[in-house]
């Protein structure tokens, strides 16, 4: 990167561009504060970067949908052929950021850095934290190191990779960690390290954004469960099925003896863990009944794993598990 790094903010809204209409009020309204302010409030501190920014919603991410990805998706996507854009900041609100992160790093390359970054206070809330993380964002993006890392997520001081990021807690500025991996680095607006190189330098988009995306739902765990509780949930273009299981990806046996039904019949079925961190690891009955282990995913992100395969045509439980196994 040069000097003075063109960076590209893609605004989604989101708690980040907040606000209440009250420093003290609980409530707000997401989505409400244009990028210009943030690029405004950048320069105002002297940030060394030029920033220009493009609108693609002004929504609580909570309403996210596919089209909106979309949007997002080939916006990232013509940047990294636009040889005026060194990076590219996606702001987005903190509820399926997530999700949005892990969909865009399976379906871009690696060449620029894409930072997601949100808020968990709206911007005029005591203590807001969104203009701070804007700048620790800005300051990844512009690190000629960032390249190589896929999608990353900058909150509370910390860089989480998109395959690793989940929201942990409902309030307070440090609801996100990593899982497998806690950190792949920390950022402040003065100062950035990195844990270790690169590990996807130069890797291709590894699927392609789906055309449509297939029904998958995700079937949540409870005590005293019965296979209505799967059945409610199957449409006939039901392809794949996500279980939110009890502790490693387990369930009544009932509801495994319905999954292995459904699983003969070609619908693909991930076992998930409804718990907030641990592995999901294959076990003798995944053979038995060709049930595919989430892994380090949790079943939301476990759900756009599986949707961004089978709308690329993979479905047979190898090759989904081997895309669930590789990080």
Known sequence: MSAAPNILILATGGTIAGTAGSALKRDYRPGQIGIESFI?????????ANLTGREIAAMGSEDITPEIWRALHDACDAAMDDSQVDAIIITHG??????TALLLDLTLPTNKPIVLVG??????AVGTDGIRNFLNAVRVASDADAAGRGVMMVMSDRIISARD??????TGTDAFK???RDSI??????????????????RAARFDFPAAFPHVPICHAYAGMQRDAVDCLLREETHGLVLAGFGEGNAPRVIFDRLAELAAKGVVVVRASRVDEGLVDRLPMDDEHGFVAARGLGPAKARILLQVLLANG???????????DTR
Request: charge should be negative.
């Open 40 to 48: 405004g409030q950048a320069g105002a501190l002297g940030v060394a």
């Open 94 to 99: 903190t509820d399926t950021a997530e999700e």
């Open 119 to 124: 808020a968990m206070r709206p911007a005029d």
């Open 165 to 170: 990021a989940r929201k942990a807690k409902t």
């Open 178 to 180: 990593g899982f497998p």
């Open 185 to 202: 680095g920390t950022v402040t607006p003065s100062s950035l390290d990195w844990f270790g190189e690169p590990w996807a330098k130069g």
């Open 314 to 324: 993979i479905s047979e439980m190898s090759e989904v598990q081997a895309a669930f």
